[in-house]
């Protein structure tokens, strides 16, 4: 079965920092591009960041730049992101994805074929 398990979400206070972990399972992640997204309450989901299947081409959406990094480990099947210097805008369930691409990276959540099941990012003032 595939599976995309993501963690490293909680609370924490304005300015402090996490890390997302997504851990891959059931295809073959060196082959997918992924991405990272976020939805929060009574918001569209959109955007954080995307990088190609060899993870030598990050992107990231204005939201993250100069303050989150995408990152992965092929040979651990698994992708993170670190996040600093958070705020309270920054509070949703964040998810990871993986699209069939082996050249580029994904920027429209429509390319994804796998979804994980999100992890909760909380942000206090």
């Known amino acids: 079965d595939v599976q995309l398990q993501a963690s490293g979400g909680g609370l924490v206070q304005a300015g402090g920092s996490l890390r997302l972990s997504c851990a891959a399972s059931?295809?073959?992640?060196?082959?997918?591009?992924i991405g990272w997204f976020r939805q929060a309450p009574g918001k569209e989901r959109e955007g954080v960041s995307y990088?190609?299947?060899?993870?030598?081409?990050?992107c990231y959406a204005d939201l993250a730049k100069g303050r989150f990094t995408v990152s992965r480990d092929n040979a651990k099947n698994s992708v993170f992101l670190q996040m600093n210097n958070l705020n309270r805008e920054d509070t949703a369930v964040y998810y990871c994805?993986?699209?069939?691409?082996?050249?580029?990276?994904?920027?429209?959540?429509?390319?994804?074929?796998?979804w994980g099941q999100g992890t909760q990012v909380t942000v206090s003032s």
């Open positions: 994805a993986a699209g069939d691409s082996t050249s580029t990276y994904l920027a429209d959540e429509t390319e994804y074929e796998y």
């Open positions: 059931g295809f073959t992640f060196p082959d997918y591009a």
């Open positions: 990088m190609n299947s060899n993870g030598d081409r990050p």
